[in-house]
T-cell receptor
Framework: GIQVEQSPPDLILQEGANSTLRCNFS?????LQWFHQNPWGQLINLFY???GTKQNGRLSATTVATERYSLLYISSSQTTDSGVYFC??????????FGAGTRLAVHP | KAGVTQTPRYLIKTRGQQVTLSCSPI?????VSWYQQTPGQGLQFLFE???????NKGNFPGRFSGRQFSNSRSEMNVSTLELGDSALYLC???????????FGPGTRLLVL
């Protein structure tokens, strides 16, 4: 099955800093999503991005499917960005395979 | 549109009991997937139902089962609970094709 590696595992930032989170996957995929999990456990969808680049406010994501990686950019980070970020590709419909996540802490 | 809802939100059971969790998808969505999240194993796919049929299955023992009703609501059942079944159980819904999945708030199960 697909293996997913996320880096870095932990990230500490000062408010206002920029960051890049990386997701490597081992096989071709036809679906990839980025999620933010808040402290209450809710998984919030950030991007559906099997390929290409998308932007939503201070967040953007790029997936290079041929090279099997995806990047999530967070600019001008805020304390509310704290939490765990998951990359979840899928080789078949809705069977998402989650990475271990990147735990982000943004300090004021 | 209302989001994905899960009931109950919290549950405490003892070993050997069984439990049933419920998930109501976003209106119009026909696919419901279930995931288990534990500190040790992370987020793992359990199974997916689409139009009342199981379409995908993860690597969990037969104690974990599910079903989907004609209104797309889904239930998952865990029989003969073990301590290791303590977890956050999340369900997600989508239209069924290659598209965004939306997650519910989860059910926290504690097995004593």
């Amino acid at each position: 099955g697909i293996q997913v590696e996320q880096s870095p595992p932990d990230l500490i930032l000062q408010e206002g800093a920029n960051s890049t989170l990386r997701c490597n996957f081992s096989d071709s995929v036809n679906n990839l999503q980025w999620f933010h999990q808040n402290p209450w456990g809710q998984l919030i969808n950030l991007f559906y991005i099997p390929s290409g680049t998308k932007q939503n406010g201070r967040l953007s994501a790029t997936t290079v499917a041929t090279e099997r990686y995806s990047l999530l950019y967070i600019s001008s980070s805020q304390t509310t960005d704290s939490g765990v970020y998951f990359c979840a590709p899928s080789g078949g419909y809705n069977k998402l395979i989650f990475g271990a996540g990147t735990r982000l802490a943004v300090h004021p | 549109k209302a989001g994905v809802t899960q009931t109950p939100r919290y549950l405490i059971k003892t070993r050997g009991q069984q439990v049933t969790l419920s998930c109501s998808p976003i209106s119009g969505h026909r696919s419901v997937s279930w995931y288990q999240q534990t500190p040790g194993q992370g987020l793992q796919f359990l199974f997916e139902y689409f139009s009342e049929t199981q379409r995908n299955k993860g690597n969990f023992p037969g104690r974990f089962s599910g079903r989907q009703f004609s209104n797309s609501r889904s239930e998952m059942n865990v029989s003969t609970l073990e301590l290791g079944d303590s977890a956050l159980y999340l369900c997600a819904s989508s239209g069924g094709g290659l598209e965004t999945q939306y997650f519910g708030p989860g059910t926290r199960l504690l097995v004593l």
